[in-house]
């Protein structure tokens, strides 16, 4: 994994960790923000506001049911980034 995809999953991870106010250590890149951390749907639209705003990028809602956890987050804004 290259040092840009580590520093923007690191990002990207305490974006997630503010919003659904847990702690990094509690987050793994597959562990599931409704199921694990207890994320209902707003968290997951402050989310994707807020790293639509981060990244300066637009995320379509439909979007969201692909981002369960870190991993598919990041799949979605590298897509919307052009990663």
Not at 17 to 30: A, G, R, S, W
Not at 51 to 57: C, N
Not at 63 to 70: A, D, F, G, T, Y
Request: proline share 2%; glycine share 2%; hydrophobic share 50%.
């Amino acid at each position: 994994m290259s040092a840009a995809v580590t520093e923007r999953l690191e990002l990207i991870k305490e974006i997630v960790c503010d919003i659904l106010e847990i702690d990094p250590d509690e987050v793994t890149n597959t562990s599931l923000f409704a199921e694990d951390h207890d994320a209902d749907s707003l968290r997951a639209i402050e989310i994707l506001a807020a790293l639509e705003k981060r990244f300066s990028v637009v995320i379509d809602q439909s979007e969201l049911p692909r981002m369960i956890n870190l991993d598919g987050v990041y799949a979605v804004v590298a897509e919307a980034a052009g990663w």
